[in-house]
């Protein structure tokens, strides 16, 4: 008797994720960011690495982010030098154990601030930390199409 009432579930088609293990050692000759032991990392590559994109190198020449911020209202137009320093020092601090984990553009159009990531998981990190520090409304939007981009959306 076949059982029907299991749950499927989606692929997620994500390009910039690879589809086997790199060969070790590799190198990013962009970034130098070295894969070793399984994942990325910040270490001195190796004299017989491989040179290898890394996908974080990879989202920002293709201009393919990950993670998406906007920031909008008046508040952050207000407060632009102490919320673009707390943005930095969440990439800074996430960046330093998780290679990958990169803001690729911070722009300005009219009232709005946006903010590319790499990762989907910096945008969440950084739109958190604004929510934590200067309270507002914070909305997380996840794809519901398969996508790999998540929308973060801040206001005060």
């Keep these: 008797m076949d059982r029907r009432d299991r749950l499927i579930q989606e692929h997620r088609h994500d390009p910039y ?16 960011a070295v894969f070793h032991d399984g994942r990325w990392q910040w270490s001195r590559p190796a004299d017989d690495a491989h040179d290898l994109v890394c996908p974080a190198c990879q989202r920002t020449a293709e201009g393919m982010p990950a993670g998406i911020l906007v920031l909008a209202g008046d508040f952050h ?12 020092s969440v990439e800074e601090r996430e ?62």
């Design 17 to 32: 994720q690879a589809r086997g293990k790199p060969r070790e050692p590799s190198a990013c000759p962009t970034c130098h």
């Design 77 to 88: 137009l207000a407060h632009r030098v102490e919320i673009l320093g707390l943005i930095r």
């Design 95 to 156: 960046t330093k154990q998780h290679p990958l984990k990169r803001i690729m553009q911070v722009s300005e159009s009219g009232d709005e601030l946006q903010v590319t990531t790499c990762e989907a998981s910096l945008a969440r990190s950084i739109g958190d930390a604004i929510h934590h520090a200067y309270k507002g409304d914070l909305d997380y939007h996840y794809p519901d199409d398969g996508g790999d981009v998540l929308r973060v959306h801040w206001e005060r």
